[in-house]
């Protein structure tokens, strides 16, 4: 069996340089929380979106038109909610953001 390159066990545990000097961004928003702390609420008119993960940090988010959050989204049709996958330019292009972390 092969050893990985570096010291995988420090590896995970802090910021990695970049070519060129730049650090990677951490994604602060990756780990699931629950409903009832989400990392940002974002509504419009009746619908209320609460974010509960982000997938990709905000600076990749803009580059990416699939960005997506897994948001617990709350309907008149559906008023206990719905679990799933949302993409962030639908929630950005019609919702305002009512509480953000």
Known sequence: MHEPIGNSRLAGR????KKGGETF???ECRKQR???????VWTAGDWQWLVLKKYQTPENEKKNPYARWYCLV????????EYG???VKDIVEIAGAVKTR
């Not at 709350?74 to 909610?81: A, L, Q, R, S």
């Open 74 to 81: 709350i309907t008149p049709m559906c008023p206990d909610g």
């Open 34 to 40: 629950h409903p009832s702390n989400p990392y940002e």
């Open 25 to 27: 961004m951490k994604n």
């Open 14 to 17: 802090f910021i990695l340089p």
């Open 85 to 87: 996958d949302t993409y």
